[in-house]
């Protein structure tokens, strides 16, 4: 297998790094703020067209909602961006929402902290890129069209740089978001001056649809249940806010400091940019419906399936604009691109966490090291798979997507700023200074506050999208919480069992006698090098085994051993259902059993071959028995190779690859990071 998987491998990933080549990149503020804000700046891509979907249920005369809904996200978003600004300021080591969870609510709740970022993390991904190929397909058609097998692709590409270890820098990150960020405020800058000065009348290609309203004059409780349903549908302008206070450690110094201004830049970015274009969507009559083919109506006539609906911002950018400009295709391809790097921030974050958590002993412990580029492999490949999953079943829908989305970032969001009331609180009963103990009861009242206010969403986001979808989410993280409580209960039972007493043990003693057991099929070289070996290893007791399935070959392996003179016992199983494995396997356990004390030491000769395709054709009946054989008490099982001719060329490409590590390589550990000289670094 190694021949096929080297060559791809080293073209797709590259040559493995050594530890020390993982390096630590100090950012400034400037460059931090595409690389950490990328996910919640892009939403505003998405996050409008998710508030007039939900609106058209009642028809175009539930728009003029829109404003005050997006006056209720912005209070919302500068609540979260407070009250991580107090994270960033405790907690500058990076362990973000789970570890302020598990130090302060216990590990329960960080553990659900950890499934709901996992969920958060495998739908940025889906989200983002399906929204990204929505967007890019209002300029090129030909990719909304095919848009499931354009998302996957996109997904693979993104899975293979990161598993390539490109560390994206900062300028890459850079120029797509500031692009994409000027051509929001410049689009809506410019339609402000064309709609206030000049007077122009700015149409979206939808302005002359008519909405069919699934439900007509919507009064009372049902009414609000449709703004608090369009108000969680905004609040997808949210996600990744958490990103930043991840990557502490990432910025120069005063790390804590530059964060929290990373953190409120974005928050006014993202804010800005959400209720500008929730304005110019309503200035320029943008129609949306969550079935567009039988819902929207164009000279009394149903648009029918045939029909593809452009999100929010490439309609107002239309509008604004004009159809095939080149600041509209700009703006298309800017956002089309900041959704993709959008979704590169969890690739970022979803292998880092499943590291932390496989050292917490929650996940696998092959989470925990990095493959041959320095690169969490294994998470990356996991999320990868999860979120192309998702792409395709949900058929790269970003408004179907969008529902399960919201939950586990507000699960997240409530623990983490519980956890910072429980963590103030906890300082507050030791602290004397008082002029730090007025900060502490200052940050401890920001953080009740967001406490009370995302669990306040919390609780609206689930009543309110449950049978949308939502349920999907929380059933993906019972299966995260369940999966991870269990692996966690089973390294801890192996560790206590595996545990070293500190006094003598049976495991300690030495054994009374050795009995080893050679097995043997016929006379050839491995079964003569077997037979050397085991006589090398002086054993109390030493025999040979064979097992009677043909009474022919068994009769002419007597013969042969008799003429050779081979001074081992011989001794033969009778077979009578032609089995080889249960006989020996029946055999060494008497041995066992009539001798406790004694260590039972079976050897086997094995043909070493070198090619792939060789292996299906020997080797089984070994396999087999060494597989059943690790089941038995008492028992140690030594292989005695043979090499073929057929490995020594094997060997050779071995050799000529021993500068990287091939597939399947063990690493143990995670990479020792160079030290740093952060003191050398220009400050921001």
Aim: aromatic content about 8%.
């Amino acid at each position: 297998m190694s021949k096929l998987t080297d060559v791809p491998k080293r073209i797709l990933i590259g040559r493995a790094l050594r530890s020390d080549r993982l390096g630590e990149t100090l950012l400034p503020k400037r460059i931090a703020l595409p690389v950490f804000a990328s996910d919640p700046l892009s939403s505003v891509a998405y996050a409008p067209g998710e508030v007039l979907l939900v609106l058209s249920i009642a028809g175009v005369t539930a728009y003029h909602f829109s404003p005050w809904i997006a006056v209720a996200v912005v209070v919302l978003m500068f609540t979260v961006v407070a009250s991580y600004r107090q994270n960033v300021h405790a907690y500058p080591s990076g362990g973000g929402d789970y570890e302020v969870a598990n130090t302060n609510l216990g590990p329960k709740a960080g553990l659900t902290v950890a499934s709901a970022l996992l969920v958060d993390y495998v739908l940025t991904v889906a989200v983002s890129i399906s929204s990204g190929i929505e967007n890019l397909g209002s300029a090129i058609p030909f990719v909304v069209e095919h848009k499931v097998a354009c998302a996957i692709g996109v997904i693979v590409l993104l899975t293979l740089m990161n598993l390539r270890g490109v560390r994206e820098s900062g300028t890459v990150f850079a120029i797509p978001t500031y692009v994409f960020v000027a051509g929001v405020f410049t689009m809506i800058a410019w339609g402000a001056f064309r709609g206030l000065v000049l007077g122009d009348e700015m149409r979206a290609p939808t302005a002359d649809y008519v909405i069919k309203p699934e439900h007509q004059g919507l009064a009372g409780f049902a009414l609000v249940f449709l703004l608090l349903r369009a108000f969680s549908s905004g609040c997808a302008a949210l996600t990744g806010v958490e990103a930043i206070s991840n990557g502490v450690p990432a910025f120069r110094k005063p790390k804590s400091k530059n964060a929290a201004t990373t953190l409120a830049m974005m928050g006014l970015l993202a804010v800005t940019m959400f209720c500008g274009i929730i304005t110019l969507a309503a200035a320029t009559d943008v129609r949306m419906a969550e079935n567009p083919a039988r819902d929207l109506f164009h000279n009394g006539v149903p648009l029918g399936a045939d029909y593809v609906q452009n999100p929010v911002i490439s309609q107002v950018a239309q509008a604004v604009f004009g159809k095939g400009s080149i600041l509209f295709i700009i703006l298309a391809a800017a956002t089309a691109l900041v959704l993709f790097l959008a979704a590169n921030t969890a690739y970022n974050g979803f292998p880092l966490l499943g590291s932390i958590l496989a050292q917490d002993r929650y996940l696998p412990r092959q989470l925990h090291t990095r493959g041959d580029r320095l690169a969490f492999s294994n998470g990356i490949v996991l999320l990868a798979g999860a979120a192309g999953l998702l792409v395709w079943v949900y058929g790269a829908d970003s408004t179907r997507l969008i529902q399960l989305y919201i939950v586990g970032v507000f699960v997240s969001f409530t623990l983490s700023q519980t956890g910072m009331v429980r963590h103030w609180n906890r300082h507050l009963r030791t602290e004397q200074d008082q002029a730090k103990r007025r900060h502490m009861i200052r940050s401890r009242a920001i953080n009740a506050f967001g406490a009370f206010f995302t669990g306040l969403v919390l609780v609206v986001v689930l009543v309110t999208k449950f049978t949308h979808g939502a349920w999907v989410a929380l059933l993906g993280m019972v299966i995260f919480y369940a999966t991870m409580t269990a692996i966690r209960k089973h390294y801890d039972r192996v560790a206590e069992e595996i545990a070293a007493p500190d006094g003598p043990s049976d495991d300690s003693v030495r054994p009374s006698r050795v009995h080893s057991v050679v097995l043997i099929s016929k006379i050839h070289r491995p079964t003569l090098r077997a037979l050397a070996y085991a006589k090398l290893m002086r054993s109390d007791t030493l025999e040979a085994l064979s097992v009677n399935v043909d009474p022919a070959e068994t009769k002419a392996l007597r013969e042969e051993w008799e003429r050779r003179g081979i001074d081992v016992p011989l001794k033969v199983l009778d077979s009578p259902y032609r089995e080889i494995t249960r006989p020996i396997i029946e055999y060494v356990k008497s041995l066992r059993k009539e001798s406790p004390r004694d260590a039972v030491s079976v050897i086997i000769p094995e043909y070493v071959v070198g090619h792939w395709y060789e292996h299906l054709l020997h080797n089984q009946s070994a396999l087999r028995l060494k597989g059943r054989l690790l089941f038995t008490p008492g028992i140690m099982v030594t292989s005695v190779p043979y090499q073929l001719q057929s490995s020594e060329a094997a060997k050779r490409r071995a050799r000529r690859q021993q500068e990287w590590n091939a597939p399947g390589s063990v690493r143990r550990g995670p990479a020792q990071e160079r030290p740093t000289r952060e003191s050398s670094e220009p400050k921001a």
